[in-house]
């Protein structure tokens, strides 16, 4: 590949998806370095004061300071662009960085947004807690019903916000019939994908206007850094995007963009491998636990439409006990699998939403999300997995399952 291949679009757009993972957005310095090079600055400096001004003023190219530019981070961006098949892309410091930046940047006071309920924690808040604060108004429907979003509609509505699948309930949101509508009514959509990424499901596809990411998730799939990424057209990114992310700096950093980078080039192989393992391990829990929300089997509610956009089933299902006292006991039995409250992770983990991830969710608004007390979220990694079985057999026997 030459020093800049990985940049050149006209290029890079007809790779495959996998090719893209690897190489997509590289952009080499004159030593020829295989690997992305990592740029440890803050600042750059400027041959003459004019080169400065210019810079400044959008007519030369170059960086300027790193909460906007910084070469390693731009190199993450393209390659997530690239794969979402986006105009542009801005990388950010965390997940919530990111949706919080894709709804504020658009929303002024006096707007309104229609949500699905079915939300990470954190992004129940922005709907029920931060918006308000500015007056901003949401209404949080059935997201599996995209009839909901279309009777929630006020002349002052915005956008519609949703994940698919939903966490941690794996609702499955008809991604065309709901942005079909957003269009029809000149609405934008903002989708959470994190637990797809762009290997398993391209939400743009249907008509998303905007993807945000918790790229800490499958992206990075390790463990290892917080990061984030909201991807749209070239104009929402410049126009609308890059003005508040300039002046409130949810900035990552390089070093955790190139930890992401390498992520990426082994996402095709990781969501795919990861996804076998999910369905053989919810194949054995469905004989043993009272309910399963597992997109990949028949006896999900929407099995067929999650199929029918998704690549593979993904790595996350829930599954539910008869209360919080059997949940924990299962959890407190488990030898290999961790207690996490974290996802995308190559290592197997689960959690407990109502006592972890929600826990800042009002009761009432946890279960008219369909998170029960006795819900358990379990992120399937990399382990073999008929280990996985035997660990959760063992915990199920321990906790009187």
Not at 328 to 339: F, R, S, V
């Amino acid at each position: 590949m030459k020093r800049n291949t990985g940049q050149d679009r006209s290029i890079t757009r007809h790779w495959r998806p996998a090719t893209q993972a690897v190489r997509g957005g590289t952009a080499r310095s004159e030593w020829g370095e295989t690997s992305e090079a990592m740029f440890l600055t803050s600042g750059y400096a400027y041959d003459c004061a004019g080169d400065a001004a210019a810079r400044f003023a959008g007519d030369q190219q170059g960086m300027t300071y790193s909460r906007l530019q910084n070469p390693t981070v731009e190199m993450l961006e393209q390659r997530i662009a690239l794969m979402e098949g986006a105009d542009a892309c801005r990388a950010t410091a965390s997940g919530m960085a990111a949706m919080t930046a894709a709804l504020l940047c658009q929303l002024e006071t006096g707007d309104h947004i229609v949500a699905g309920r079915a939300l990470f924690g954190s992004c129940r808040w922005l709907t029920d807690t931060l918006l308000p604060k500015f007056g901003i108004s949401a209404t949080n429907v059935d997201a599996r019903d995209p009839q909901a979003f279309k009777d929630a509609i006020r002349p002052e509505t915005k956008l519609f916000f949703f994940e698919t699948p939903a966490n941690p309930t794996m609702d499955i949101v008809d991604l065309k019939a709901v942005c079909d509508i957003a269009k029809e009514n000149g609405l934008l959509t903002v989708v959470d994908n994190a637990f797809a990424t762009s290997a398993l499901q391209r939400p743009m596809e249907f008509g998303a206007d905007v993807v945000a990411y918790s790229a800490t998730k499958m992206m990075d799939g390790q463990g290892r850094v917080l990061a984030g990424a909201v991807c749209g057209s070239e104009s929402f990114i410049n126009d609308v995007l890059l003005p508040f992310h300039r002046n409130t700096g949810p900035t990552l950093s390089a070093f955790n963009a190139w930890v992401v980078l390498k992520g990426l080039e082994t996402l095709d192989l990781r969501i795919r491998r990861q996804s076998e393992n999910s369905l053989k391990v919810g194949e054995f829990l469905e004989t043993r636990v009272p309910r399963i929300l597992h997109p990949g089997l028949k006896s999900h509610p929407q099995h067929d439409l999650a199929m029918a956009q998704m690549a593979a089933c993904g790595s996350i299902f829930s599954f539910e006990v008869a209360d919080r006292k059997q949940a924990h006991a299962l959890l407190d039995a488990l030898q290999l699998i961790d207690i996490s409250n974290n996802i995308g992770d190559s290592r197997s983990l689960m959690t407990h939403p109502a006592s972890t991830t929600h826990s800042g969710v009002a009761e009432d608004k946890r279960i008219e999300m369909g998170i029960s007390e006795g819900m358990l979220r379990f992120n399937v990694g990399l382990e073999d997995p008929q280990d996985l079985i035997e660990d959760i057999d063992q915990a199920l026997t321990k906790a009187g399952l």
